[in-house]
């Protein structure tokens, strides 16, 4: 490829990572603090494609003019680099959801030392991966007799089983691992794969085992679910910090 090209090139990558960063679309891809390096590399992409430009048109006026500069013909397939820029810019992939989730065995961090205290009083709101984890390391003590509030999307085991789902990060999109919550009471007759809600349940000691990868997942009794607009960052990074 050319240096025209190298420059078009870079110039629209460093405004697509931009563009990305600017917006809420690089949380479909990276964990939200790495916005400031994805910012970063964006603004040093551009600044190499300015210095690429600046440095062949000042090779062109060094050429003597009697000299008849040659031709190169570079195969024009190098401009198909261009179409997956334009598709992230132009496209916002969809945020990993129950296809992956049940594909992938369910992730717990190990055994933390201690758990935050929870307030003594009303429902307790809590992540999907902070229950999990209360559930099946602390044996839910915090959690008999309480009013839970969890949020997380839908999905369902080979048998029907239902799931609530968050997708947690430790870097970026390519390394998302479930964490799940099996269901059980009160749920609605007609469930959706990928339909977010917020389920209103109690603790239960009752737990089952992932198949893909044997580590416990612990149940929640339902009392009542609804229907919630998928958060603005579809991934939980809670879990990890």
């Known amino acids: 490829m050319n240096r025209q090209a190298q420059t078009v090139i870079l110039f629209l990558t460093g405004g697509a990572l931009l563009h990305a960063g600017f917006t809420d679309l690089y949380l479909r891809y990276v964990k939200a603090g ?3 390096l994805l910012i970063g590399a964006g603004l ?19 050429e003597p003019r009697d000299d008849e500069p040659q ?3 570079e195969p024009r397939v190098s401009w198909l680099l261009v179409l997956p820029l334009l598709a992230l810019v132009l496209v916002a992939p969809p945020a990993a959801g129950s296809y992956t989730a049940m594909r992938t065995g369910t992730a717990l961090q190990e055994q933390p030392w201690g758990y935050p205290t929870l307030p003594a009083d009303g429902p307790l709101r809590l992540s999907v991966a902070d229950y999990a984890g209360r559930a099946v390391y602390d044996k839910g003590r915090a959690l008999a007799g309480r009013q839970l509030k969890v949020t997380g999307f839908l999905a369902f085991d080979g048998s029907g089983t239902p799931y609530l789902v968050r997708m947690a990060l430790n870097c970026c ?69």
């Open 44 to 62: 040093v992409l551009i600044a190499a494609a300015v210095a690429t430009l600046w440095y062949e048109r000042r090779a062109r006026r060094q």
């Open 71 to 73: 031709t190169h013909h």
């Open 173 to 241: 999109a390519a390394d998302a691992q479930p964490v799940k919550i099996a269901l059980t009471g009160e749920l609605p007759a007609v469930l959706q794969p990928d339909t977010w809600i917020e389920v209103t349940g109690t603790y239960t000691p009752k737990r089952t085992k992932d198949p893909l990868n044997g580590t416990a997942v612990p149940y929640l009794h339902v009392t009542t679910t609804r229907p919630v607009k998928a958060p603005q960052d579809p991934y939980d990074e809670a879990w990890n910090g």
């Open 34 to 36: 790495l916005r400031p």
